[in-house]
C-alpha cells in the first residue's frame, strides 16, 4: 500500500521563492570584484533570478545544456545559481584556480553554452575563448559601462544589459526533481577531472540535511560568510541552506586575505563562516598580529583538508569561537561528517572534548559510512581498525558526468579514497588519502598525524608529511615544514618536538625546511608535486 501523501519534487527553484516569501528583506552583502559593498535581500535576488531565467530562454538554451561560471562568491554568481538551474538548465561551475588550458577542457567537455565569468577571470576567457566553439556568449558580470573595449571576445555581453530589459516574473518549469541542476568537476589530480551531477533532490536533500542543528546548525539569526568558493561543490551548498532557512548572507568576493576578512565579519555581524584551514591561518594570522577580537564570530565550519588541533585551540582558547570541523568530498555535494559533541560528552575535561572534537565528526542522517580492508571486508566500528572509506546516500554520486571512469560504485557504496578509523558512536578519524599513506614495517602511520604535531609548533605555518623509500623499512617518514615568517625552529629542535606525542617508529627520520608547499586548486597540499620538487632527497637514516 503507498502512503497518501501529497508528491512535490524537491526543486531548486522552490528555495528562492520560499525565501523570497518569507526572508524577503533577508539580507545580502557581498564585496564586489569593483571592490565596493553591495546589499540587497533575498526577494530582489529572486527577481534578478527570474530575469536571468527570461534571458537564458532568449539566448534559445535548452533545458538540460549546460551554462558555466568562473566567478567569486557574489550576488551576481548567487542570482545564477537559481536563474540557471530554476530554469531547468546546468549551472557547471569552473575553479578558476586551473591551468587555463584545464579550464578549456572542462568547458569543452561540458559543452558550456554560456560562460559567465567576473572580470578578474578576463585574462582566463581571453586566452582560452577561441578553443571554446561551443560556447555561444560569453556574460562579464558587470554593468555595460565597464565592459572592456576591443577584447577581441566575440559575442562578450555584459550581464547586467543582458538581463536588464528582462521581466522579473516567470514560471519556473516543473521539472523532474531527478534532473540535472549543477555540474563541478573534480581537482583531478591524476587524469583529467570527472564531472559530478548534481539533481535537483540530491542538492535540496543535501540543504536539508546541512542545515540541521548538529551540522552546520543556520537559522534566520545567523549571519553566515562562506569563505569556500561557489566556483567548487557549490559553496558548501550555504547559497541553498541560505535561502531554506533565511540567514543573512555574506559573499567575500575575492578579497580573502585576513584583513579583508576579518573586516567583513566585523563590519556585518557575522556569526558563522566557512572555509579550508589555510584561509583561517591567515585570519588567524592577522588576528595575533593586529591584537585583534572578534565582537559577533561564533563557529567556523573548516574542512576541505584536516584541521589542525592547534587551530581548533586558538579559536577556542584565544577567541572564543567554536569549530565545526567537517569532511566531504565534490562526490558527496559536499557534506559527509561534521563535529559536534554529545550530551554526554558536556562532563568532560576541555582536553577530553577537544580530542573529540579534532576528529572529521559524526555522520550526517542521509550519509552512511563504513570502512574496509584490503579485500573489501567491513572493519569494525572500535576506533582503532582503518581502511578505506566508503560512502552511500542521496546526495553522494552514483556516477560521473557522461559515464567518465566506468561505474564507480562497489556494491551500491562510492569508495573515497581516504583510510580512516570510526569508532562506536560514529565519530570518524581521517587518517590519510590512501595513496599518501605511508607504510613503515608492515604498519601505517598517519601523515596527518605527523603534520598536525607539527603544525602545533609555534614557528611552523605549513607542514607535509610524505614516506620516503627506505632499504630497511620500506619506507620513513619525513616531514617538511615552512616556517612562519619571523620565527626560527632547527630541524633537531622540530624532531624533538614529536618526542612524546607519538610512538618511537611513527616520528619522522628527518625534517625538511621550504619556502612553500605546493597547493592544488583547492587549497590542499599536492604531495606529488612535493615529492616532483624534493627528487635527489635522500634520507639520513637510508
Ligand atoms: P574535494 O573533492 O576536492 O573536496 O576533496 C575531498 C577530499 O578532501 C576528501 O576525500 C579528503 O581526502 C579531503 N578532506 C576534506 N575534508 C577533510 C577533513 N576535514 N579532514 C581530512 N581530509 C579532508
Redesign the pocket.
Known amino acids: 500500500m503507498l502512503g497518501q501523501m501529497q508528491n512535490r519534487p524537491l526543486l531548486i527553484a522552490d528555495l528562492i521563492d520560499f525565501a523570497e516569501r518569507f526572508h524577503g528583506d533577508g539580507e545580502i552583502v557581498s564585496r564586489r570584484v569593483e571592490g565596493d559593498i553591495h546589499r540587497y535581500t533575498y526577494a530582489d535576488a529572486a527577481k534578478r533570478a527570474r530575469q536571468v531565467a527570461h534571458a537564458l530562454d532568449r539566448l534559445d538554451i535548452p533545458e538540460g545544456n549546460r551554462v558555466g561560471t568562473l566567478a567569486w562568491n557574489g550576488y551576481r554568481h548567487f542570482e545564477l545559481y537559481y536563474g540557471v538551474s530554476g530554469s531547468g538548465r546546468v549551472l557547471h561551475t569552473i575553479n578558476p584556480r586551473l591551468h587555463p588550458e584545464q579550464v578549456a577542457w572542462i568547458i569543452n567537455h561540458a559543452e558550456d553554452e554560456a560562460l559567465c565569468f567576473d572580470l578578474t577571470f578576463l585574462p582566463i576567457i581571453k586566452a582560452i575563448h577561441a578553443h571554446c566553439p561551443g560556447v555561444k556568449r560569453w556574460i562579464a558580470l558587470c554593468n555595460g559601462s565597464a565592459l572592456p573595449a576591443d577584447s577581441g571576445i566575440p559575442n562578450l555581453l555584459a550581464y547586467e544589459a543582458w538581463i536588464a530589459g528582462e521581466p522579473d516574473w516567470y514560471t519556473w518549469p516543473a521539472l523532474d526533481e531527478n534532473a540535472a541542476a549543477c555540474l563541478c568537476y ?2 583531478g589530480t591524476t587524469g583529467n577531472p570527472k564531472g559530478v551531477l548534481y539533481s535537483h533532490r540530491s542538492t535540496v536533500l543535501h540543504a536539508y540535511g546541512a542545515a540541521m542543528p548538529d551540522v552546520m546548525g543556520l537559522s534566520a539569526r545567523d549571519a553566515v560568510l562562506p569563505v569556500v568558493p561557489m566556483f ?2 557549490n559553496a558548501w551548498g550555504i547559497p541553498y541552506i541560505g535561502a531554506a532557512v533565511g540567514c543573512k548572507l555574506v559573499f567575500p568576493g575575492p578579497a580573502l586575505d585576513g584583513k579583508s576578512v576579518y573586516e567583513l565579519i566585523e563590519a556585518e555581524g557575522v556569526t558563522l563562516a566557512a572555509g579550508v584551514p589555510t584561509v583561517w591561518q591567515m585570519l588567524l594570522g592577522h588576528l595575533q598580529q593586529h591584537q585583534l577580537r572578534f565582537s559577533t564570530l561564533e563557529r567556523t565550519i573548516i ?5 589542525p588541533p592547534a587551530m581548533i585551540r586558538a579559536f577556542k582558547d584565544d577567541y572564543g569561537v567554536t569549530v565545526l ?7 558527496m555535494s ?1 557534506l559527509g561528517t561534521l563535529c559536534t559533541l554529545k550530551k554526554k560528552h558536556l562532563s568532560l575535561s576541555p582536553e577530553e572534548q577537544l580530542k573529540i572534537l579534532c576528529t ?1 565528526g559524526r555522520p550526517v542522517f542521509g550519509v552512511d559510512l563504513k570502512i574496509v580492508d584490503e579485500s573489501g571486508n567491513a572493519l569494525p566500528h572500535d576506533g582503532v581498525a582503518q581502511g578505506e572509506l566508503l560512502v552511500r546516500g542521496p546526495w553522494i554520486v552514483s556516477s560521473y558526468f557522461k559515464g567518465e571512469g566506468g561505474d564507480p560504485l562497489v556494491n551500491g557504496w562510492f569508495p ?3 583510510v580512516a578509523t570510526i569508532n562506536s558512536e560514529g565519530y570518524l578519524h ?1 587518517t590519510d ?1 590512501s595513496k599518501d599513506v605511508i607504510k613503515s614495517g608492515g604498519e601505517w602511520i598517519s601523515s ?1 598525524d605527523v603534520e598536525n604535531i607539527a603544525m602545533a609548533h609555534p614557528a611552523v605555518a605549513m607542514a607535509a608529511c610524505i614516506g620516503m623509500k627506505h632499504p630497511k623499512w620500506d619506507e620513513r617518514p619525513i616531514v617538511v615544514v615552512v616556517k612562519k615568517p619571523g620565527t626560527d625552529v632547527s630541524k633537531e629542535e622540530l624532531l624533538a618536538f614529536y618526542q612524546g606525542k607519538l610512538s618511537k617508529w611513527q616520528i619522522p627520520d628527518d625534517a625538511v625546511f621550504v619556502d612553500a608547499i605546493p597547493l592544488g586548486a ?1 587549497g ?1 597540499m599536492q604531495k606529488v608535486k612535493l615529492r616532483e620538487q624534493l627528487a635527489g632527497y635522500v634520507l639520513p637514516t637510508a
Open positions: 573534480t581537482s567548487h561543490v574542512g576541505g583538508s584536516a584541521c570541523h567537517a569532511w566531504g568530498m565534490t562526490e559536499p572529521q573515497t579514497g581516504d581521517i588519502r596527518i583547492t590542499k
